[in-house]
């Protein structure tokens, strides 16, 4: 059997159908299997928060370490301002991210516009 | 005494009450071992004499939020602000026991540690999101702040609308950069200080005057 990592990448329009505690259950659950998630779009930062309090919660001794997640940053010059939102501007929010379990994934490099992780199967 | 006078002592009393502000809780947050609880104990001693908790080299010597209250700070003009200093476990997304025992810590006592780290920082997050009116955001200045945790803390702090400070702390050690955090956050102040050394401490109580009064 080929040795490897499943890769379950997340659309933007399901993540938008879902409310905070599914996504963040949704994530988790994947990412205890072993399995590397990836979000069109990202979280919100009270999803962020929720998913890191959610996760120390699950985190055991010899099981669960908790996760490793890259994202880009928020552009801040592309969130539109006091006129931009009564015009129906949407704020960009949160970009592409990446999860996976801590024992697993590594972050090698991360700049502004650039991610690069390794990954390792269990 | 008189019935008019007891009446009006309770009347102003009950007023008084009513119309004081409650006083702002500063968090200090960021990752393990930026020195927080350093920096809690200077703030407190140098304006009660007391401490808040005793700090380690091996991280998450704090795993619960310790709240110190009425810290009165105040400048030579007379500014004066009344705090509460909210010290706070380190944030992170990924506990392993098995850290703590490069540090010598036995199994038993580093599996322990590990789960009151995790409680403690789900409680510092639960506390981010309910109970804190203003940030001190800390950072080793000798370590690289574009990690994940500082952008997703500062960006949950902001979030909130919260007020933040961010101390490039250590600035005492040889490998310091503070320029470096001040290009990774330029939205917000950066203040370089020796939480330890008590290096520039007085620049940072000037802008919490300024920030959080």
Do not use: C
Not at chain 2, 143 to 167: A, C, W, Y
């Amino acid at each position: 059997m080929i040795q490897g990592v499943q890769i379950d990448l997340i659309s933007a329009e399901r993540l938008d159908r879902m409310t905070v505690m599914e996504k963040v259950r949704l994530i988790l659950d994947d990412v205890m299997e072993g399995n590397i998630v990836v979000l069109e779009k990202g979280l919100s930062p009270n999803e962020q928060s929720q998913l890191i309090e959610i996760t120390m919660r699950e985190i055991t001794p010899d099981g669960f370490s908790g996760i490793e997640m890259e994202t880009y940053s928020r552009d801040n010059e592309a969130k539109p301002g006091f006129f931009g939102r009564l015009m129906g501007k949407k704020d960009p929010g949160a970009r592409l991210t990446v999860i996976g379990p801590a024992d697993q994934m590594k972050t090698i490099r991360k700049d502004k516009d650039f991610i690069s992780t390794w990954v390792s199967s269990r | 005494m008189n019935f008019f006078v007891r009446t009006r002592k309770k009347l102003s009393k009950i007023l008084k009450a009513f119309f004081r502000k409650r006083q702002s809780r500063i968090g200090i947050y960021g990752p393990p071992n930026a020195g927080k609880t350093t920096l809690s104990n200077r703030i407190v001693r140098d304006w009660t004499g007391d401490v808040v908790g005793p700090v380690s080299e091996i991280p998450h010597e704090t795993r619960r939020a310790r709240r110190k209250e009425g810290i009165v700070i105040s400048n030579s003009n007379g500014n004066t602000l009344t705090i509460d200093i909210v010290d706070t476990p380190g944030v992170t997304t990924k506990i392993d026991y098995k850290e703590f025992m490069e540090y010598g810590l036995e199994k038993e006592e580093a599996i322990k540690r590990a789960r009151e780290a995790t409680e403690g920082v789900a409680e510092a997050m639960h506390w981010l999101r309910e109970d804190i009116d203003g940030v001190i955001y800390m950072l080793d200045s000798t370590q690289d702040p574009f990690t994940q945790v500082n952008i997703m803390l500062v960006g949950i702090i902001e979030s909130r609308k919260l007020p933040v400070l961010i101390v490039a702390n250590k600035n005492d050690l040889p490998d310091a950069a503070p320029n470096r955090i001040r290009s990774a956050f330029p939205q917000h102040p950066v203040i370089s200080i020796s939480g330890l050394e008590g290096n520039n401490v007085e620049e940072l109580y000037e802008k919490m005057l300024d920030y959080f009064g």
